[in-house]
Structures are given as C-alpha cells and as structure tokens.
C-alpha cells in the first residue's frame, strides 16, 4: 500500500499523461488563451452596449460576419493571392541578390573595403523612404512592389550571409589548409556548413520583412489589389469589419511564415542539435 501511495504522489513528476498527451500541455495551451478570450468578451459587451462607436471599432460578431462575407464574395483570396505572389517574387529576387553580395564581400577582402561602406550607409535609409523613387522608376504596378519588397529582403541577407561567413572558426581554416583543401572545397566543405545557421537566419528575417513590407507596399502605393489595398479601400469607406480582417489576416500569414521557416531550418540543421 506504500508503495502504491508514492506512486500515485509521483504521477505529476513522471509526466501524468491524459489519453496520449502530458497534462500541462492542456493547462499551458489553455493558459494563454485566456487574455485574449476575456479581451474578445470584452469587446462585445462594450459594442453590444454601444459604450465604443461602431464605426470606428467594428465588433468581433460583425468582423466575423466581414470575415465570412469576404470569403463568400472570393475577394479576401484573390486579394490574398496577389499578396503572397508579390511577396514570393521580391523574397525570391532580394535573397539571390543578398546571398550573393553577401558571399562576396564575406570571401573577399577586397570586396569588403569597395562594397561595405556604400552598403552600410544605405543600410540607415529607412525601407519606406525609397517608395516615391521607387514608384518614379518603376510606376506603380507590381513591378514596384516586387522591387520594393526585395529592396527590403536583401539587407538582412546580406549582413547575416556576412557576419555568417566572417564567424566560421579560425581553427577550421587552419585545418583545412592543414589539409591542403581548394579554394572551392574550402567554400563547399567548410565555410557554407559553418556559415549555413547565420545564413538561414536571414533568409528567415527575409521572409517576415517580405510579409511586412508587401501589406506596406500595397498600402502606401495604390496597389490594385491585395490584402493592404483592401485595407486602404475599406478604410475609405469606413468598413471597419473589413480592415480588421485585412489585420487578423496579416497577422496569421506572418505567423505561419514564422513558423514554417523555423520548421523548416529545424530540419534543414537537424545535423547540428545546437540550432536545432
């Protein structure tokens, strides 16, 4: 009987398991819905007894019912294909360009001292002041948000692919000089595994700054279509349900990018548990 009491009193230590999943899990996922569940409440009542104005803080029943209308009409996922499309075309054109400026001045001195400066001083304009030379050069359709979106991406690329290169660890150059490697082999055996984690990081930063910058784009330059220019049209018209949706969107799409780029460096680096 003893030992049976120690048992029971050791449950929780040993991972008490409801079904096939740990108890905390429930206890911990549940935990932090609770805010935002009491804050949802909270809104409605104050919309369902008018202490906020409607028309400027659309309710969470009447962003549902936005939600809900959006899709019927097909606007919300033609608009949201016209996003994701502009953002996959300036991710894809500002990592190419980063990772190979990055490559070369992180593998070249000499590329280092001509480039580094001008890069370094065009780092400290803000993303968005490029928008009116952008919309000069490029006009105002997709070109110029894919243009703008890749502006965007490439510097974070760019200063992760060089501090990446620039951190691999004397000791694994003098080995393998030790080992009489090419130039080549160096690059391919050595420096790109070490460098890889750094490297990865910004493509990931890359992806979420594409995310961001194309809802900004859209916003700010008269897209036709997209999620942030339904956004600005429903913000014209007062459709409050409408611009929450474009935010709650925006929001679960960045999420998801999130989430599926560290999935997928997890995996890309199950070789090394250290990032992993």
């Known amino acids: 009987m ?17 079904g096939t999943l740990p108890a905390a899990f429930h206890a911990t996922h549940y935990r932090g819905l609770l805010i935002p569940l009491v804050l949802l409440v909270l809104w409605e009542v104050a919309a369902q007894f008018h202490w906020i104005n409607p028309i400027l803080l659309a309710s969470p029943s009447i962003i549902f019912h936005g939600f809900d209308r959006s ?45 580094g400066p001008t890069l370094h001083a065009f780092r400290q304009i803000a993303p968005f002041a490029w928008i009116p030379l952008i919309s000069v050069w490029f006009g105002l359709g997709d070109s110029a948000k894919v243009a703008f979106v890749a ?36 690059i391919r055996s050595v420096i790109l595994p070490a460098a890889a984690p750094a490297i990865l990081n910004g493509l990931e930063l890359g992806f979420l700054y594409a995310w961001l910058s194309t809802i900004g784009a859209e916003y700010l330059m008269n897209a036709t279509g997209g999620v942030g220019s339904m956004m600005e049209s429903a913000q014209e018209s007062l459709e409050m349900d409408i611009v929450f ?32």
């Not at 992760?160 to 080995?175: D, S």
């Open 151 to 186: 502006l965007v991406v490439f510097f974070p690329v760019v200063v992760n692919t060089y501090e990446g290169i620039r951190g691999v660890p004397k000791q694994l150059i003098e080995v393998s000089r030790v080992l009489m490697f090419s130039k080549a082999r160096l």
């Open 245 to 276: 949706v474009g935010v709650i969107v925006s929001g679960l799409i960045g999420f998801g990018i999130s989430l599926s780029v560290r999935l997928a460096r997890t995996r890309l680096l199950h070789w090394r548990k250290s990032f992993a």
């Open 2 to 18: 003893s030992t049976l009491s120690a048992d029971i009193r050791t449950l929780p230590k040993r991972g008490f398991r409801i």
């Open 71 to 115: 899709l019927t009409e097909g606007d919300l996922l033609l608009n949201l294909q016209l996003s994701v499309t502009r953002m996959g075309l300036g991710w894809l054109a500002g990592s190419l360009i980063g990772l190979a400026v990055g490559l070369a001045i992180g593998l070249s001195r000499t590329a280092d001292r001509v480039l």
